[in-house]
Structures are given as C-alpha cells and as structure tokens.
C-alpha cells in the first residue's frame, strides 16, 4: 500500500499532516506570499507602461489579482477575524484594528474595481494607460503596507495561541472560533466529560 501511495503522491506521500493550527498558519503565509508576489508584478507592469508589450500579460494578471485579492478577504474576513475575536478577551484595541483591516479590504477591492475598469477602458491608443499605472501603484504600495500591518500587529496574536501548543488545543481554538464562543465552550466541557 505504501509503494502505492508514493506512486500516486510522490514526495507528499511521506509528509505528516500539520496540526490544524499550524496548518492555519502556513495557509496565511501562502496567501500573503501570493499576494506580494502579485504586487511584485504589478510594479513590473506598471514600471513598462504606457508600453504596448505588457498588454497580454496584464490582463492574466489583473485577473488573478482579483481572484488572489477575493481569496485573502475570505481567509481574512471568514475565517482569521472570528478565529482572533474568539481568542481575544473583549479587546478595544484588537476590535479597532480588525475593524481598520476590514475597512482596508472595502477600500483595496474597490481600488481593483477600478484597476479592472481603466484596463477593460483603454482605447487603441492606449489612452488611459498612465491613470492605470497611477491605480496600480497605488495598490501595491498599499497592499504592502497592510501586509507588514497584518504580519506586525495580528499574526503575533493568532500565532500565540495556535503556533507551539497540542494539535488538540490548536483544533480547540479553531473549532470555538468556528462555532462562536458560547456554544463551543458547552460542548468542549462535554467533551472533556467524556
């Protein structure tokens, strides 16, 4: 059966799983990584135009840019911001940030939108090309800035409480932020019961 599955898997095969919150971690690494990548990108893009020869390759981007950008409000807004609001005792200072963080993604997707509509926008004389050099610069700075915010001031808090403990506290703390903290905290004593 093993030979099987290193034929099917090849080199995954012989890795463990992460414990959950470990697991979470590295999902969050990934998706920031992605995205500084795409504004590495970016700035290439911008840094060529109004030049015709990064027109092809701007539209693939643009477009995984807002596939990538729509995937870390999820993560972020879905699963990290219930996941720190549970940890957290009544915290003024936490909830003022997630709040900021939020307001950040409104206003970074609405910045696409626009990134989108001057692209989609321009003419045959490419016309429009520098307000969309002046949009993409103005997202990646700002994506860059709200990353090193995220990996400063959030990270540390999440990191604290799943980095290092038990698979078994780790999945405690992601199952009570999954399942809102007073219903989770009943059947975690059941369980504990049992």
Known sequence: ????????????????????????????????????????????????????????????????????????????????????????????????????????????RGLIVEILSAYMGRDSRNTGLEALGYLLRSFFENYRRHSAWERTALYPIVRTHLAGGTPRKQHDALLRA??????SDRILRTAALC
């Open 178 to 183: 999954s399942m809102g903290p007073g219903l």
């Open 1 to 108: 059966m093993d030979e099987k599955l290193n034929q099917h898997f090849g080199a995954y095969a012989s890795h463990r799983p992460q414990p959950l919150g470990e697991a979470f971690l590295t999902l969050l690494e990934r998706d920031q990584m992605r995205l500084l990548r795409l504004c590495a990108a970016l700035e290439k893009i911008a840094d060529g135009l109004p030049g015709a020869v990064h027109q092809k390759r701007t539209g693939k981007v643009l477009a995984f840019l807002d596939k990538a950008f729509s995937r870390h409000v999820f993560v972020h807004e879905k699963c990290l911001f219930p996941l720190v609001r549970s940890l957290e005792e009544k915290n003024e200072h936490t909830e003022t940030m997630l709040r900021e963080l939020e307001f950040e993604h409104s206003a970074d």
